[in-house]
Every structure is written in C-alpha cells, then in structure tokens.
C-alpha cells in the first residue's frame, strides 16, 4: 500500500509544485522532494484511505488507482472536485478527523499543483478525431433559410434529436441517420424549393449569350459551392448538372429541371453532414480555411457561412489570427448569433423541453398559460443575447440589475408599466431578481406540479451553474408528498431536515437541499412569496463547509465567491457546444487556459466566445485511426 502511495507522490512531486508550507515553516520542495513525499503520505492515509481507498470506495472515487503520471492526469476533472472540495471545507466530512489548517494549506498546494501541471508537457496535445457531423434540425432549418430565403422550418417534422456529450443536440455522435429521415429529407427539399424565391433559386438566367444549359450549369455550379461551404469540381457540377438534363430529356421545362437539380444538392452527404477532409497523417492538424468557415457558423449562427466568410476563406485569410478575431466579432453583432444564445442556452440551463415537461397544476396556477411559457423561454435568451452583443460580463448570469419581460410575464414577476406581448429589457428594482437563478423557467422548470423541490432546485443549481452533479439517489427512496402543505405538523423543510438525518442520505441531501432552501421564496411558477401554507418561508441556508446565507440574495453572493468555478463550467460547457462532441480529459488544458483569459477579460461573454474559436481544439483536429478494412478498401468516389 505505500509503495502505491509513494508512487503517486513521486509523479507529483516531479510537478515542481514549488515551496510548500508545513507545520508553519517553509519548505522548499524541489530541493527536498523525499522529505515532501515523506510530509504529504500521512495526510493521505489519514484523511482520504479510510473512503477512498481500494476497501472503500464512496462516490466511486479510488485514490489507489492513480500509480503514475498518466493515470493522474487522465481525470483532471475529479482533481478539480478534490481541490473544490478541499477549499470548500466539504472534505473529510464533519464527522471523520479533520486536518489542522496547515496540513489542509499543504494538501490544497497539493492538487492545485497537479491542476497546474496540466499542459502540453504532461498531456499530448489532441484535438479529438475528425467526425462526420450531421446537420441537427435547428442547423437544417436555419441552412436552407440562408440559402433559398425559405422561413417554414421543414426540418420540424423530423425525428427529435438526442443530447450528446454535454448535453447539447450538436453532438455528431447521436446524430444517427435513421432510414426514416432519408425519406423526410427528400420530401423537405422538395418543400424547401417549391417555397423559395425565384430570384435565390434562379441564379443565373438564359439570354442571348447563355443558353438554358448554361445558365443551369452556373446555378448549379453556385449553389453547390453554398451548400457544400467549399469549393466544387467540375466533375461534382456535371453530375448535377446531368439530372438537369435527364429532366429536360423527359421534356421537363426548364425550372422544374434546374429544381430536380438543387433538390438532389440538398439530400446530398455534402449538404447534410459537416465534415472535415482526413488527412494522411496520424499527428493533429489545422483546420484549412474553408473547414474554418463553417465550425465558426455553425457554432454562432447554427448556419452555414455568409458571403463575406466564405470570401475570406477563398483568400487564405480566415485563419489569420487577427482577420478571425474580426469576424467573431462581426457575427456576434449579427442577429444570427441569436440561434447561439436560443440553442446554447436553453440547452445549458436544461429546459430546453420545458413546453412538454409536466406544467403547473392548472386548477391552483391558471395563470401559467402557452403564451406565459413562452415569455418564460424567450427570458434567458435574450438575457444571453444582450450580454454576447453587448460584451457584459458573464456574472450577470448570477446577479443582474435587469431582465426582459413582457406584460404576462412582468405580471408574474411583480414589476409595474410593462404592457404588451413583447419582450423588452425592463429595470429591477433590487437582487430578488435577476440572473438565470430567479427567471421563472428555471424556477418552474425546477418545481412539481403543486409544489416547489429544494432538492429539485439544489441539484440544478449544483449542476448546471457550477459543474458539480450529484450522485443519482438510492433506490426505493421515500417520497415526499406532493403538495407543501404541513403533514403531522412538519412542514416540508421540516420533513426535508428529518430526511438528511439519516446518514445514508445527508452526504447529497447537505449539499442540495441548503441551496435549493434559497431559492423558497418563489412559488412554482416563480413567483415572490413570503409564506408557505400560512408559515413563514425560511429561505436560509448552510452549506457543508459551514458557510451560511439568508435567501436569494445571500446565495447569488455564495455562487459570486465561486466565480471562478463558474465560469470554468460554463466554458466546459460552450466548448462542448462549439465542438459538437463530448469533453475528454485531453481538452483539460484548453478549458483552463480558456477561463483564465475570460477571468482576465473581466469574464467578458464575448471574449469566452472568441477565446473558445482561438482554442487548439476549435481549429485543429486529429483523423480516426484507420481499421484494416479502411486502408484496403477504395472510396466508392475515388479510383
């Protein structure tokens, strides 16, 4: 067993963690790295063995495991959770032996250092495999809208998307392609056509000096090259170009054939996936500028790129540092950057299925209407919109002087001389609102149909704001009852209190319930309220670390002491959106790298944006490792 533990101290004491502080007196690590290992094993085996160990392992966390370098640094995320845990006073629990401050002081150094050493040095820089990415519904829609002028969303009536990695419906690996869909995908581009304009459809027109052939060739040859976001050969225009003919043959008239056309363009692979050309290499590479072109748009505008994009990657330009800065700049003013702040944010606050989650009881909440839920979505995206083209800072997203609303919805929400159906940024009057905690979509969202759940509202808050999940409960957990209304003369905090009591219980129950507590002072469907069932609210809290707070606004300032974790989650989770993938341990470097900046920026929104596309993973890429099967096999397009 020491050996084990020796093992793991000497790879982090080659970290060079720097002079370290124990039992009051400095001591430098470097120049004594067996007296630093000999100083920290103890600590170990007292405070952390006993439950995570190879005997034991709670949260399924076995510190055993890690033997060398490699294994540590294959899990930077639960080094993450250890150093939050450490500083937060959550671990050792209460009831186990506590370290004194200054062997806490040593182990935090301890795993701050193992955090910092994550860089190229230790982790092989590795942009993840070029994937094939089939274009999601709201990709689909907003694509044909650019290119045809078409706005009746034909992709609606395909199959749902799944979530992928992250939580986001980009994720190219549950973008399947089911047999069902190649049938929908014929009948939209036909819809998506017979709907468009002439005059975006019709590109070229015969005249004295261009036959209708010509002019079929220059249409198809054009639209290609938007469709495909790339360069077209001549060989892929003929192939098109003889539908056009087969059509004319059958005596098809000439917009009909040149239709017949462009609707094979939109079922064809080039149109429906994204895709990065592999390259014959095994070692990363840069993303070649037309391939730049549509990581930017589809991550901005969930579209594919504008003229001036598509111009500037047919000049070798776009990956010029300073040109793409610009153009990150100039799409974020775009109102197109709408579909990042509707997509991303409905999905990172998970209420993206909010219309058909189970909805307030109608008999005691009549006014939760469609239209209400409506205003209740468009909320935090505007709120997010705002802040992108506006440059505001990202811990408004915790506590904002502001909001939008329209009059149902500002009815709600208590706040007088909003009239109309529109949504308009409306001033608050003081910190019971503000920010993603208090819109009542999250509220709602977070509640039951008669009641609140501070256990519902705590683990939201736990996961989506700050990264850190919980476990999912035991099974055959008791219940608690639907309605809030006392039972036995405990009310529903009382009963929740009974409930940590229990041991098996109070290791989640003491982070989710304090946080969820804050938040008791709004109803179900997120309105202010000052008792529960004729009692008082008590919207305290106190969390594992033996922090306290006093309702809404005690916990925004709890969330604003972790900023830091914060904004680190929230470039997680944006950088899962932009690569349309899940995160690996690998992309640990570039997420650290990435909140440092921001944090450096004054959390800028739109520097985390830029940040994220000048990121090594966001412009490079590593090709899939070949099979036997694929080195041998020819492509079916290629001799």
């Given amino acids: 067993m020491r050996a084990v533990f020796k093992q793991i101290l000497v790879a982090v004491a080659r970290l060079a963690l720097g002079a370290m502080l124990w039992c009051g007196s400095l001591r430098s690590a470097a120049a004594e790295p067996t007296g630093f290992v000999h100083d920290i094993r103890p600590l170990l085996k007292t405070y952390c063995q006993d439950c995570h160990g190879e005997k034991r392992q709670k949260g399924e966390v076995n510190l055993e495991a890690f033997t060398d370098e490699a294994s540590l640094y294959r899990n930077p995320k639960l080094w993450e959770t250890v150093l939050r845990q450490l500083r937060d006073g959550e671990m050792p629990p209460k009831k186990k032996p506590q370290p004194t401050p200054q062997e806490m002081d040593l182990l935090v150094h301890w795993v701050d250092g193992l955090l910092a050493g994550l860089d190229e040095t230790k982790i092989v820089r590795n942009p993840g495999h070029v994937v094939l990415h089939r274009l999601n519904r709201t990709e689909y829609n907003n694509t044909v809208r650019d290119l045809f002028g078409v706005t009746n969303r034909p992709a609606d009536a395909f199959p749902a ?35 468009a304009a002439d005059d975006k459809v019709f590109t070229a027109k015969p005249g004295w000096f261009t036959s209708e052939r010509g002019a079929a060739q220059k249409i198809i040859a054009r639209q290609a090259f938007r ?61 070649n500028d037309w391939e730049l072109a549509s990581e930017l748009s589809y991550f901005l505008w969930s579209s594919m790129p504008d003229e001036e994009l598509l111009k500037l990657a047919e000049r070798g330009r776009l990956t010029q540092p300073d040109v793409l800065k610009r153009q990150v700049q100039r799409m974020i003013k775009d109102p197109r950057s709408g579909a990042l702040a509707e997509n991303f944010t409905l999905q990172w606050l998970g209420v993206k299925s909010f219309r058909t989650s189970a909805p307030p009881d109608p008999n005691r909440f009549p006014e939760f209407t469609p239209s209400l839920v409506e205003a209740m979505l468009r909320e935090p995206v505007e709120f997010f919109h705002e802040l992108l083209r506006d440059n505001g800072s990202l811990l408004e997203l915790i506590d904002a002087d502001h909001t939008f609303a329209n009059a149902e919805l500002a009815k709600i929400y208590g706040l007088p001389g909003v009239t109309g159906p529109e949504m308009r940024r409306v001033s608050l009057p003081d910190r019971t609102r503000g920010g993603v905690l208090t819109m009542a979509v999250s509220l709602t969202h977070t509640s039951y149909p008669l009641r609140t759940s501070p256990v519902l509202r705590g683990k939201w808050v736990l996961e989506e704001i700050l990264g850190t999940p919980p476990p999912p409960p035991p099974p055959l957990v008791q219940s608690l009852p639907r309605d809030d209304k006392p039972v036995d003369g405990l009310t529903l905090r009382q009963r929740l209190e009974k409930h940590r009591s229990d041991a098996n219980c109070a290791s989640c129950h003491s982070k989710l319930d304090p946080l969820g507590f804050g938040l008791e002072q709004f109803d179900p469907v997120g309105r202010w309220r000052t008792t529960i069932s004729d009692q008082p609210v008590d919207a305290s809290g106190e969390l594992p670390g033996g922090k306290k707070f006093e309702g809404v606004g005690g ?81 079916p397009d290629r001799p």
């Fill in 161 to 195: 998307d799944g979530g992928g990695g992250g939580g986001f419906d980009n994720n190219a690996d549950t973008l399947f392609l089911p047999p069902i869909l190649m049938e929908q995908y014929l009948a939209a581009a036909a819809a998506a056509l017979d709907s």
């Fill in 227 to 287: 469709a495909f976001r790339r360069p077209v050969s001549d060989a892929e225009t003929a192939r098109y170009l003889g539908l056009y003919d087969a059509a004319k043959k059958r005596g098809e008239p000439h917009a009909a054939a040149v239709r017949l056309a462009l609707s094979a363009l939109l079922v064809s692979p080039n149109f429906l996936f994204r895709s990065v050309e592999d390259r014959s290499t095994d070692q990363p590479f840069a993303l």
């Fill in 555 to 635: 916990l925004k300032s709890i969330l604003l002491e972790k900023q830091d974790q914060f904004v680190r989650n929230l470039t997680e989770r944006m950088l899962s959106y932009a690569l349309g993938r899940g995160l690996e341990f690998y992309d640990a470097p570039s997420i650290r790298r990435i909140a440092k900046s921001v944090a450096e920026e004054k959390f800028s929104a739109s520097a985390l944006v830029t940040e994220i596309v000048m990121s090594y993973p966001f412009q490079h890429r590593k090709s899939e490792p070949k099979t036997v099967a694929q080195v041998s096999t020819p492509s």
